[in-house]
């Protein structure tokens, strides 16, 4: 596969895993509150509750998405490794993922009124705010540890062992 065909293959693949992941995610959190006591306590019915956490996870899904993005065209354009002291992009990795996880757990707060906020943590909502965080790390996690171009391809945590068992798969 040339160069091209594989870049467009892969940030295809980095917004596929955004996209499995929020389908879920929503569904999920629409199941969980469908029957929790949760609905009951706030001010609007489940119609209304589903448009707004479509929104905040549709926002939230494209901010770490963005970032993933931006990790990609980095690694594959930008950063380059002209000494041995230029290989190692993990600081970089990392950053982004910390701006991932503060997107991931500040952005449902700013989102949400504060009021719904306060009663969905009251009932249990914690996997409601556990499922966003967790919902743009994993997204993050998985397309930059499986789709970074293949000289960044070891950076993220774990790629290396993601790699030899995506090529033992193969074998």
Not at 86 to 96: E, H, S, T, V
Request: glycine fraction near 10%; hydrophobic fraction near 55%; include cysteine.
């Amino acid at each position: 596969m040339n160069r091209t065909i594989r870049t467009v293959v892969q940030i295809l693949a980095i917004t596929a895993i955004f996209a499995v992941l929020g389908i879920i995610y929503y569904y999920a959190g629409a199941e969980i509150v469908k029957g929790s006591p949760v609905l009951q306590k706030l001010r609007h019915g489940l119609t209304e509750w589903k448009g707004s956490f479509f929104y905040v996870a549709l926002i939230t899904a494209g901010v770490c998405w963005l970032l993933a993005m931006i990790w990609y065209v980095m690694a594959r354009w930008l950063l380059k490794i002209r000494y041995v002291e230029d290989a190692d992009k993990r600081p970089i990795w990392l950053l982004f993922w910390l701006l991932c996880a503060i997107a991931s757990l500040a952005l449902p707060f700013i989102l949400t009124n504060y009021t719904e906020l306060r009663v969905i943590q009251g009932l249990g909502g914690g996997i409601y705010w556990l499922g966003f965080s967790l919902f743009g790390l994993i997204g993050y996690y998985f397309s930059t540890a499986m789709f970074t171009p293949d000289h960044y391809k070891y950076v993220p945590f774990g790629g290396s062992v993601l790699h030899l068992l995506s090529a033992k798969k193969g074998a």
